[in-house]
């Protein structure tokens, strides 16, 4: 069984830049949701897919967005970057979309805006 | 707004002990509660999940309560390790949710 995979592990990027962040979920998971973690919290949601649609959004601007393809893999969007987008971006998969299946997580990309 | 909260102090404990962690939510009824286990530079990992319906779940040394009334779950790992000083979040979901809300973690060291 093949556990969640992100690329790339460490990026630093220039506020204003674009960056897109990518993720492989594991075999059998249907369902992916991005997740990013500023330093010493928890992490917090951005958004859901569910069979290659967005299927729910966290607290997070338009300029963040994401894409689910056929074989489940996801990537994230991120544009015009601004500093307090520095973090830890997480990927999730699970094998359904409710609230009782459990978040199989990656190692995450450390974004750094400078 | 919804809130999981966890004591943002760390908490040390002696080699053998138990170790008590505790998860408050605000505005908010989770179905689930969850708990996930996070080391330095890596992701989180699933290790409890318990049901509102639940008192209590039992996984090896480890084990979770869920009580509505005081809207609150408590993390216990006995006979504690070093090799379980960790981050350990809490988090909770609802029954048709897409959401998964996370605490901030709190912080273990288990001293030989």
């Known amino acids: 069984e093949t556990g969640v995979t992100q690329s790339p592990t460490h990026l630093i990027k220039t506020r204003g830049q674009q960056v897109t962040l990518r993720c492989s979920s594991q075999s059998g998971h249907n369902t992916v949701s991005w997740y990013q973690q500023a330093l010493g919290q928890g992490p917090q949601f951005i958004f859901q897919?569910?069979?290659?649609?967005?299927?729910g959004r966290g607290n997070f601007p338009p300029r963040f967005s994401g894409l689910q393809f056929p074989n489940y893999s996801s990537e994230l969007n991120v544009n015009a970057l601004e500093l307090d987008d520095s973090a830890l971006y997480l990927c999730?998969?699970?094998?359904?979309?409710?609230?009782?299946?459990?978040?199989?997580f990656g190692n995450g990309t450390r974004l750094t805006v400078t | 707004s919804q809130k999981i909260e966890q004591n943002s102090e760390a908490l040390n404990i002696q080699e053998g002990k138990t170790a008590t962690l505790t998860c408050n939510y605000t505005n908010y009824s989770p179905a689930y509660l969850q708990w996930y286990r996070q080391d330095p530079g890596r992701g989180p990992v699933f290790l409890l999940l318990?049901?509102?319906?639940?008192k209590e779940k039992r996984k090896e040394r480890l084990k979770v309560t869920f009580d509505t009334t005081l809207k609150q779950s408590l993390f216990h790992i006995t006979a504690s390790q070093p090799a379980d000083s960790a981050t350990y979040l809490c988090a909770g979901s609802t029954r048709g949710g897409f959401k998964t809300i996370f605490g901030a973690g709190t912080r273990l060291f288990v001293k030989a």
């Open positions: 999730a998969s699970s094998s359904e979309d409710r609230g009782n299946s459990p978040l199989h």
């Open positions: 318990i049901r509102e319906n639940e």
């Open positions: 897919y569910y069979r290659e649609e967005e299927n």
